[in-house]
């Protein structure tokens, strides 16, 4: 199932709700970044939830149009936040995991890794140094052997 670019819109402007653009502008909002499709991408490991997100924003879209005759991405910040409160309120608000795939998304984007200090890369293959350890440590589990069993 593939979200419409209707629905990816309305999406965008929720992301933009959970993670708003911080006030100074050093830090853009996740429908900003356009990660509906990301979104989109991981919520299709999990089969129901696509269908949960997408009656969610087809109530959403109808809790706007009932409030101010318009879209949801064409309502102001505040007017956003209300209509998700009110969708959430009702029987197809958005699962939480929505959240945690928003919040994945948006901390592995380039503009954002960079505003709050970090490199825009991931850290392998350029990597970190580990320091070397004290491996005689492992010496009692190594001495015990094998104690797991082959799953086939």
Do not use: K
Request: overall charge negative; hydrophobic content about 45%; some cysteine.
């Amino acid at each position: 199932m593939a979200f419409s670019d209707a629905q990816r819109q309305g999406l965008d402007a929720v992301l933009d709700v959970l993670i708003p653009p911080s006030p100074d502008g050093r830090l853009p909002g996740a429908g900003q970044l356009h990660l509906a499709g990301t979104v989109e991408t991981l919520l299709a490991a999990m089969p129901p939830l696509p269908e949960m997100i997408e009656r969610g924003l087809v109530e959403l879209e109808a809790i706007a149009a009932r409030r101010a005759g318009c879209a949801f991405a064409a309502l102001p910040a505040a007017e956003r936040s209300a209509a998700l409160d009110e969708l959430n309120g009702g029987e197809h608000g958005f699962p939480p995991v929505l959240a945690l795939y928003a919040f994945a998304a948006y901390y592995q984007q380039p503009p954002v890794l960079a505003a709050i200090g970090l490199e825009p890369r991931p850290p392998h293959p350029g990597g970190y140094e580990t320091v070397a350890g004290d491996l005689s440590l492992l010496a009692p589990v190594r001495q015990r052997g094998r104690i797991w069993r082959d799953c086939s």
